[in-house]
């Protein structure tokens, strides 16, 4: 069974621009979550999705955005990028994070670069 | 989710068992134990989960106490492959929060 698959690996952008990043979770799995990880700041909860609906937002600016589609493959977007958005993305996901018996599988995550 | 508290570092000799503590003093009674760990630059990945019974699985072995007030991940023959961040974590309902882990350090 494949794993979490989060494109791109890397990606280098500059102040200002946006920048979406996709997940695509382990097959029969539908609930998907992101985390901002960074050497300050350690694996931060972003939001989760399940069935194509926000669950859970952790405390993040509006510019950052997810989504998912039917599939359960999810995106995020970060619009307006500043310098300190610079970290690894993380995407994670489970069977159905709720039923509070469902692990997290995660990607290798997208190191996003601002400039 | 409940709160963990782990040592934010152990060192443990190649071959002998690493025995990773966690305390999670506020866990409900229907919150899982789950154990994940992160080697760098890789995305953090899942070891073994538990809810009252000790488990064991083909990377570790967990025991909970019997009031679910701790919890130790054994890692029976530590290889320098093991040098990681463990991250306990207590809860898993809603957002799953993250501390700043075990960093564990296989000595050769």
């Known amino acids: 069974k494949a794993g979490v698959t989060q494109t791109p690996r890397y990606l280098i952008k500059t102040r200002g621009q946006q920048v979406t990043l996709s997940c695509s979770p382990i097959s029969g799995h539908r609930s998907v979550s992101w985390y901002q990880q960074t050497p300050g700041q350690g694996l931060q909860f972003l939001f989760e999705?399940?069935?194509?609906?926000?669950?859970n937002k952790g405390n993040f600016p509006g510019r950052f955005s997810g989504r998912q589609f039917s599939n359960s493959r999810s995106e995020m977007n970060v619009s307006t990028l500043e310098l300190g958005d610079s970290a690894l993305y993380l995407c994670a996901s489970s069977y159905d994070i709720a039923r509070g018996n469902s692990p997290l599988h995660f990607g290798n995550g997208t190191r996003l670069t601002v400039t | 989710d409940a709160k963990t508290t782990q040592p934010p570092s152990m060192d443990c000799a190649e071959g002998r068992a690493a025995n990773l503590p966690c305390n999670h003093s506020?866990?409900?009674?229907?919150?899982?134990v789950y154990w994940y760990r992160q080697i760098h630059s890789q995305g953090p990945q899942y070891i073994i989960h538990g809810l009252k019974n000790n488990e064991t699985n083909e990377m570790a072995s967990l025991i909970i106490t019997e009031d679910r007030k701790s919890s130790t991940l054994i890692l029976p023959h530590a290889t320098l492959r093991d040098t990681a961040v463990y991250y306990c974590i207590a809860g898993g309902y809603q957002k799953v929060t993250f501390g700043i882990g075990t960093k564990l350090q296989v000595i050769p």
């Open positions: 999705y399940f069935s194509e609906t926000q669950r």
């Open positions: 506020t866990i409900s009674g229907n919150e899982y």
